[in-house]
Structures are given as structure tokens and as C-alpha cells.
T-cell receptor, first 120, second 113 residues
Framework: DTGVSQDPRHKITKRGQNVTFRCDPI?????LYWYRQTLGQGPEFLTY????????KSRLLSDRFSAERPKGSFSTLEIQRTEQGDSAMYLC??????????????????FGPGTRLTVL | AQSVTQLGSHVSVSEGALVLLRCNYS??????LFWYVQYPNQGLQLLLK??????LVKGINGFEAEFKKSETSFHLTKPSAHMSDAAEYFC???????????FGTGTSLTVIP
């Protein structure tokens, strides 16, 4: 399977605990995105990486959230001191940025199955 | 700024009937538009995308969408609904910089046997 994978698929934790999720993108994709999806809503952008560089963060990403992509391959999303409002599906997506100079060429984003977080 | 609006959070059709899911976009520049489908407890699967080539875009599973600039719309259609089409459908527009997507709130499709 060469798609985007996420681990774990489900996580139940108690309020105040820290959690970490992992995303493995499609191997040749240099861009990686994190989204959050709450019940009945569409995914909301959190942050994205170009290789190992984190280029943009949404205001939704409070200081309790941190994301890394140390080697430009897999990424982790950590939530510290979880709150009940953090309960959601966390989706990872990847794409290939084939831009060159001023010519921007973006490929489609492919999504992983998501990690469903429940904070009790 | 880019955004999309999906009209109708729930749509029900009979098996074999036409499926029409509505999406209107707001963008200051020619947009890149997408439709994704999400089955319960799964991630999003790309149905089709518009990238300023042909205005009528054909996707997987018999779905298609037509880009209409005059109406700022990108509605999703399928001539004949199948039970397996029951899912959540999301319209999305891509940001002009950064490539992050802005999603609509989704439309839940129910297919009645």
C-alpha cells in the first residue's frame, strides 16, 4: 500500500494527558498537511510542511499543539494537556510540489484514514 | 480569500435517481476546485478536480462536475444513484498560496432503496 498512513487510528485519553500522532506520506510527496475535522464539519487546515520546513500554521493551532517533520518524511502532531474540545478526527494529507521558479505547480492532496481522538 | 459553500447538509435520493450536490465558491482569482467523498470512519477520497482545463470534469464512480464561472458554482452530479454512493461529500477550494484546502461543511447523501 503506497497511500498515506496514520497511526494510531483511534486514541482515547484523559483530559490533561499528552498525545502524539504519526503520519507517513506518500514517499515521493514533499508537502505534508494536517487538518482537524469535528463532527458534522469539513476538515479545517492546521499546518503544512514543505520537506522539513513548517511553512504555515493556522490560528487553530494553539501553543498546546506542535508538529514536526524532522527528516522531511514522516510527521508527528503532538497535543499537550489535552482538553475535551480537542476531540476530533485528525487528518493528514500529502502532495507533490513540482514548482520551479515562479511557476507554481501543485499536485492533488491525498488523505490518510485519520486518527480519531477522544478526550474524556 | 477563498471559500466554498455547500447548500444542503443532507440530500436523499432514490436508487437510480439523479444525484445533485451543490457547491458555490468564492475566490478572487480562478480557483482550483475539488470534490472529495468520505465514508464513515475513513479519510477523504478524491472524486474529481477542476484545474482550469475543461469545464466539465469527469471523476470516479460515474460522478462529474461542471465549473460555471458565471454562477460561481461547481455542482457534483451523477445520473443514477447507487446504494454504495451513500457517504459524506465535501467540496474544497485550494488556497492561492500554500496549497492548503478550504472545505465546505459537507453534504450527507442518503440513497433510498
Amino acid at each position: 500500500d503506497t497511500g498515506v498512513s496514520q497511526d494510531p487510528r483511534h486514541k482515547i485519553t484523559k483530559r490533561g494527558q499528552n498525545v502524539t500522532f504519526r503520519c507517513d506520506p506518500i514517499s515521493e510527496h514533499n508537502r505534508l498537511y494536517w487538518y482537524r475535522q469535528t463532527l458534522g464539519q469539513g476538515p479545517e487546515f492546521l499546518t503544512y510542511f514543505q520537506n522539513e520546513a513548517q511553512l504555515e500554521k493556522s490560528r487553530l493551532l494553539s501553543d498546546r499543539f506542535s508538529a514536526e517533520r524532522p527528516k522531511g518524511s514522516f510527521s508527528t502532531l503532538e497535543i499537550q494537556r489535552t482538553e475535551q474540545g480537542d476531540s476530533a478526527m485528525y487528518l493528514c494529507a500529502s502532495s507533490r510540489d513540482a514548482s520551479s521558479g515562479v511557476v507554481r505547480v501543485y499536485d492533488t492532496q491525498y488523505f490518510g484514514p485519520g486518527t480519531r481522538l477522544t478526550v474524556l | 480569500a477563498q471559500s466554498v459553500t455547500q447548500l444542503g447538509s443532507h440530500v436523499s435520493v432514490s436508487e437510480g435517481a439523479l444525484v445533485l450536490l451543490r457547491c458555490n465558491y468564492s475566490s478572487s482569482v480562478p480557483p482550483y476546485l475539488f470534490w472529495y467523498v468520505q465514508y464513515p470512519n475513513q479519510g477523504l477520497q478524491l472524486l474529481l478536480k477542476y484545474t482550469s482545463a475543461a469545464t466539465l470534469v469527469k471523476g470516479i464512480n460515474g460522478f462529474e462536475a461542471e465549473f460555471k464561472k458565471s454562477e460561481t458554482s461547481f455542482h457534483l452530479t451523477k445520473p443514477s444513484a447507487h446504494m454504495s454512493d451513500a457517504a459524506e461529500y465535501f467540496c474544497a477550494v485550494r488556497a492561492n498560496t500554500g496549497n492548503q484546502f478550504y472545505f465546505g461543511t459537507g453534504t450527507s447523501l442518503t440513497v433510498i432503496p
